[in-house]
């Protein structure tokens, strides 16, 4: 079986580190994978890794007109016929329909598949899902919260499955936990007994704007408390002011743009994601509780379908007030988050490792070759 995994490009944290950890699950079981996309932060990384990278700067979400869809059109058709693949896995809607015309008249076609990982939620766009009705492909939804809404659209429920995300426990190696602790707080200069607030994301409406808020009033109760913001993007100096203009000591550190999550959720103590919009499915929650961390996060989309009450807490959005209150909790009860992290890697271990994560999309791809 030899599978194409494609998107526009690969500069995030989440779906594009998501495509390449399932990859190197499928490529373990004796599959051919090879990647294609415009470009991106991680193309080096996938490159390292050992896949094929096919180029196609047409696919890219900031070129596309109908000339450029055109040309992607060509260009993947030509990739297609002289790879001879037998799977494309997309990972953006885009570049499945881009897949699907650029095989549309072959003799031998690619069955095409999808990872759902976000549809469009806002009140007045939501016409922008009817690209999903009478899809032409099999969809891989990252939540039972993503099925129901690509259902209520009116897709047939027999073309989705729920595969979740998951989580590579070889990368996040949990026997590596000290050596990373060490090796980011050193960079960061913080103390190894201090406790560190964890994010990373986007910075947008994941909620580091309410952990700066938060902190803010934690930090002047504990002279030991740190926290560390990873991501980048339009906000970042938006966030920046915002703490300056709080006052928010040096002590909250905007990390940037950083690919290495399993070393920062080691250095961690505690892991917030207190999203106000746009989540489905957040693999950062996931990583977080690899590598041992107790996580708080709202009752937003599939969220809570991570969750139990002894893995962490689920705060509604924009709460500040309890997004304090739990982070004190946590931070003022040693035990407490011990416990919680041990439960959360058991939880994640048993429901969303990325073995159980490809044992699904494999017998997918076996059933529509079939």
């Known amino acids: 079986m030899t599978i194409l995994q494609i998107r526009g490009d690969f500069s ?19 599959y051919k994978v090879e990647v294609a996309a415009s470009g991106g932060l991680l193309k080096q990384k996938i490159e390292d890794k050992g896949f094929p990278f096919h180029q196609i700067i047409e696919l890219s979400r900031d070129k596309r007109n109908l000339f450029n869809i055109i040309s992607a059109v060509f260009k993947l058709r030509r990739l297609i016929v002289s790879k001879n693949y037998d799977i494309i896995h997309a990972h953006n809607a885009a570049t499945l329909y881009i897949s699907y015309f650029a095989s549309f008249f072959l003799k031998r076609k690619p069955r095409l598949f999808h990872s759902c990982r976000g549809i469009e939620l806002r009140k007045y766009y939501q016409w922008r899902n009817w690209i999903y009705i009478n899809y032409p492909a099999h969809i891989f939804a990252v939540s039972e919260y993503t099925k129901k809404m690509l259902c209520k659209i009116g897709v047939n429920p027999n073309k989705i499955s729920v595969t979740y995300n998951g989580v590579d426990l070889k990368r996040f190696n949990i026997s590596k936990k000290n050596l990373y602790r060490k090796i980011i707080r050193d960079e960061f200069n913080i103390p190894q007994n201090a406790i560190v607030i964890g994010i990373i994301g986007k910075m947008g409406f994941k909620g580091h704007d309410e952990i700066i808020k938060v902190f803010a009033k934690l930090e002047n109760d504990h002279d030991n408390l740190y926290a560390i913001l990873v991501g980048g993007g339009p906000y970042m100096n938006e966030f920046k002011l915002l703490a300056k203009k709080l006052g928010v000591s040096k002590r909250l550190i905007f990390a940037g743009i950083r690919f290495e999550a399993e070393m920062f959720n080691a250095a961690f103590d505690i892991f917030a994601l207190p999203s106000y919009w746009g989540e489905m499915f957040p693999n950062v929650l996931l990583e977080a509780m690899s590598m041992e961390l107790p996580i708080i996060s709202t009752r937003l989309s599939g969220i809570p379908e991570i969750f139990t009450k002894e893995v962490g807490y689920l705060i509604n959005q924009r709460d500040t007030d309890e997004l304090e209150t739990k982070l004190r909790l946590l931070i003022d009860n040693n035990n407490l988050r011990l416990e919680m992290g041990r439960t959360a890697r058991n939880h994640l271990i048993e429901n969303f490792s990325i073995k159980i994560v490809v044992d699904k999309i494999v017998k997918e791809y076996a059933n529509k070759l079939n």
């Open 12 to 30: 995030d944290n989440g779906p594009g580190t998501q495509m390449l950890t399932i990859s190197e699950e499928i490529r373990s079981r004796g």
